[in-house]
T-cell receptor
């Protein structure tokens, strides 16, 4: 079975400071990991994904995420936060080798960037 | 027109009505999904159509029925809904190399906000 956890319901950060949104996962095989962002009254937008290769993945809007197999984590990061980054962020995992290609989403983390 | 388009964006219906949500993807993808997003709850997968295979969440009530006439169109037919079915219904698509690939990221529509009175 596959699962993903986002331990923080909300993350607060000041504009210009670095931000981290945490995600941990549990799979039986090798994970495919994804981050999505949702702005109010909108659908989810894809930010980045890890399939294989370099553990540091770069994505849209200056975001990046680091795959850490030993800690089963895939935290989302950005060196300098913008007020416009305020949104709901979702981590998702797929484990095709475990028999399921259907993605499982985390509960979401609300990121609030203060001016 | 590009991306994933959902209509209507807003729908208010009574419990005895029958309505349908429509989704169209212009990305040439081979998998389409319906998700339910309720306040304070995780994103709930309802149905997936991928490479002519259909997967459904067994916890979804039978008052929701999907239809996928081709790889570009997806419908969610609604009948005798309950107030707790009020939510944002999201359609998504992805490109998969095989039914069990799973490497494709999902592209979401803007959602259909459903209110059941």
């Amino acid at each position: 079975a596959q699962s993903v956890a986002q331990p923080e319901d909300q993350v607060n950060v000041a504009e210009g400071n670095p931000l981290t949104v945490k995600c941990t996962y549990s799979v039986s095989g090798n994970p495919y990991l994804f981050w999505y962002v949702q702005y109010p009254n909108r659908g989810l937008q894809f930010l980045l994904k890890y399939i294989t290769g370099d553990n540091l993945v770069k994505g849209s809007y200056g975001f990046e995420a680091e795959f850490n197999k030993s800690q089963t984590s895939f935290h989302l990061k950005k060196p300098s936060a913008l007020v416009s980054d305020s949104a709901l962020y979702f981590c998702a995992v797929r484990d095709p080798s475990g028999g399921s290609y259907i993605p499982t989403f985390g509960r979401g983390t609300s990121l609030i960037v203060h001016p | 027109e590009t991306g994933v388009t959902q209509t209507p964006r807003h729908l208010v219906m009574g419990m005895t009505n029958k309505k349908s949500l429509k989704c169209e993807q212009h990305l040439g993808h081979n998998a389409m999904y319906w998700y339910k997003q309720s306040a304070k709850k995780p994103l709930e997968l309802m149905f997936v159509y991928s490479l002519e295979e259909r997967v459904e969440n067994n916890s979804v009530p039978s008052r929701f029925s999907p239809e996928c006439p081709n790889s570009s169109h997806l419908f969610l037919h609604l009948h005798t809904l309950q107030p707790e079915d009020s939510a944002l219904y999201l359609c998504a698509s992805s490109q998969e190399q095989s039914p069990t690939s799973g490497a494709g990221e999902l592209f979401f529509g803007e959602g259909s906000r459903l209110t059941v009175l």
